[in-house]
């Protein structure tokens, strides 16, 4: 497979707890006892649901990476990995208990290591999106970019609450695939060299002290 991001394991082959990888992304500045900011959960679960859009499998790549990674004992199951991303206060059945640094930056991982695989494509993506607008030419004229919009669109609306103030911002279809096409761009950022830790730093932009 490949990618960058190396599965590697801990320190002591007994101890499963504090996974190498982990350690790329530096904790910030700052108090996290009550875990991750809300933008930061926001922004994590997006960006998966953007990977989503673009990988049909989905939820079971997310959970084999995670056990390629040795973060199987972060997100263990799928009902785990559900109850971590509906930290993110736009969801349909947000979950109130924080979301950990810890179980932050195994999404973040994950996220990234999957993006690696999937660069090729955004990239085309991408440079096709800005030839369309240079031409004028409608996003629904190019088939690859129009299923990517239109699974998002859907997976945005089935899994967010239409009553959030931060979702009724995106209740056209023009909100949604500008939104869709901006996380394709920041998909994008996580491929380059450090990827992972300029990803991971982000996210806490204007929150650390």
């Not at 599965?7 to 991750?36: F, K, V, Y």
């Not at 199987?72 to 991303?85: M, P, T």
């Amino acid at each position: 497979m490949n990618g960058i991001i190396s599965p590697l394991a801990s320190n002591s082959p007994s101890d499963s707890s504090n996974p190498l990888i982990l350690e790329q992304m530096p904790t910030p500045p700052g108090n996290w006892t009550n875990g991750c900011p809300k933008r930061a959960r926001m922004q994590i679960d997006l960006i998966l649901l953007a990977i989503e859009a673009l990988n049909l499998r989905g939820s079971e790549d997310i959970l084999a990476v995670a056990k390629e990674l040795g973060l199987q004992g972060i997100i263990k199951n799928r009902v785990v990995l559900w109850r971590i991303r509906s930290t993110n206060p736009l969801r349909r059945y947000s979950q109130r208990q924080p979301l950990s640094l810890e179980e932050a930056k195994a999404l973040v991982a994950i996220a990234c290591y999957l993006t690696r695989r999937l660069t090729a494509a955004i990239r085309q993506l991408l440079l096709d999106y800005q030839q369309l607008q240079a031409k004028n030419i409608p996003v629904e004229h190019h088939l690859q970019l129009a299923r990517y919009l239109e699974r998002f669109r859907a997976h945005f609306r089935s899994r967010m609450n239409p009553r959030r103030a931060g979702v009724v911002a995106y209740n056209s279809k023009e909100k949604l695939d500008e939104l869709a096409l901006e996380l394709l761009s920041k998909l994008l950022f996580c491929t380059g060299t450090a990827g992972i830790q300029r990803l991971w730093m982000s996210l806490f932009d204007g929150e650390v002290e």
